[in-house]
């Protein structure tokens, strides 16, 4: 059974920094590629970066050159270090297969960049 466990929001100052972890169970960190996503007050949900099992990264235009999106495999995680953050960058981040399988979301962690 997959379970995605997200962490490491918080309450940060424009400009700053946060560094998001997505502990994954199951098979899907073995097999599939894997993205973090973000669902910002009144937006949809949006792919903001996601990473394959070999590798190679995608970001949104909207956080490329901030956000950077990393696989541990020994530790079963995927990263998500997110700096120079900006008062748009406020949002609940939840991690999941790319693309996305319903069952898969978890509680997400909510950022808040707020001065």
């Known amino acids: 059974q997959v379970q995605l466990v997200e962490s490491g929001g918080g309450l940060v100052q424009p400009g700053g920094s946060l560094r998001l972890s997505c502990a994954a169970s199951g098979s899907i960190f073995s097999i599939n590629r894997m993205g973090w996503y973000r669902q910002g007050p009144g937006k949809e949900r949006e792919l903001v970066a996601s990473?394959?099992?070999?590798?190679?990264?995608n970001y949104a235009d909207s956080v490329k050159g901030r956000f950077t999106i990393s696989r541990n495999h020994a530790k079963k995680t995927i990263d998500l270090q997110m700096n120079s953050l900006k008062l748009e960058d406020t949002a609940v981040y939840y991690c999941?297969?790319?693309?996305?399988?319903?069952?898969?979301w978890g509680e997400g962690t909510p950022v808040t960049v707020s001065s």
């Open positions: 990473i394959s099992i070999y590798g190679p990264t």
């Open positions: 999941n297969r790319d693309p996305p399988l319903q069952e898969y």
